[in-house]
T-cell receptor, first 114, second 114 residues
Framework: GENVEQHPSTLSVQEGDSAVIKCTYS??????FPWYKQELGKRPQLIID?????GEKKDQRIAVTLNKTAKHFSLHITETQPEDSAVYFC?????????????FGKGTKLSVKP | DVKVTQSSRYLVKRTGEKVFLECVQD?????MFWYRQDPGLGLRLIYF???????EKGDIPEGYSVSREKKERFSLILESASTNQTSMYLC?????????????FGSGTRLTVV
């Protein structure tokens, strides 16, 4: 089945710097890669996702890149702000079994220092 | 917006009690999921359901069972609560399609077993 590895587990940056979080996956058939943001005490929320037919997707200050050959995808946050501080989770579909479901990475705690 | 509602935000139960965690979604999603979230371990899938009365085991089903009698409601049952089941429990739902795995999460139930 699918296995998702996420690095780093913690990341601290100065406000205005960029942050990059990387995930690797094992199933070459995986075709959908979402990123979730979980602020303290709140539910995880989808912030961006990418499908396997594109290599990059941007939404304002966040972007996701996908390297299918190397089986990794990354979240890039530019011009970080204190409100970006949260735990970020990557995920990939578990394509085995009767229905796909998401396998999550262990999360990255991002701290943006003012 | 899709709403996924978990009945309790905080619960304290005694060892050996039978515990019910309820989750209701209002957007006619076929798929529903129960995850537990623990520091350093990320989100781990307990059970999921892709249709009424259907259920499949996730990665850590031991000590849990589920019930899906109606499409909008997915219940997680701890048959005999133990202290190692102290955790944050997150419910999620999604459409049942081949290409869309986007989840919507509930706010979570923090369960403490004493």
């Amino acid at each position: 089945g699918e296995n998702v590895e996420q690095h780093p587990s913690t990341l601290s940056v100065q406000e205005g710097d960029s942050a990059v979080i990387k995930c690797t996956y094992s199933d070459s058939a995986s075709n959908y890669f979402p990123w979730y943001k979980q602020e303290l005490g709140k539910r995880p929320q989808l912030i961006i996702d990418i499908r396997s037919n594109v290599g990059e997707k941007k939404d304002q200050r966040i972007a996701v890149t996908l390297n299918k050959t190397a089986k990794h995808f990354s979240l890039h946050i530019t011009e970080t702000q204190p409100e970006d501080s949260a735990v970020y989770f990557c995920a990939a579909p578990h394509l085995g079994g009767s229905q796909g479901n998401l396998i999550f990475g262990k999360g990255t705690k991002l701290s943006v220092k003012p | 917006d899709v709403k996924v509602t978990q009945s309790s935000r905080y619960l304290v139960k005694r060892t050996g009690e039978k515990v019910f965690l309820e989750c209701v979604q209002d957007m006619d999603h076929e798929n529903m999921f129960w995850y537990r979230q623990d520091p350093g371990l990320g989100l781990r899938l307990i059970y999921f359901s892709y249709d009424v009365k259907m259920k499949e085991k996730g990665d850590i089903p031991e000590g849990y069972s589920v019930s899906r009698e109606k499409k909008e409601r997915f219940s997680l049952i701890l048959e005999s609560a133990s202290t190692n089941q102290t955790s944050m429990y997150l419910c999620a739902s999604s459409l049942r399609t081949e290409t869309n795995y986007g989840y919507t999460f509930g706010s979570g139930t923090r369960l403490t077993v004493v």
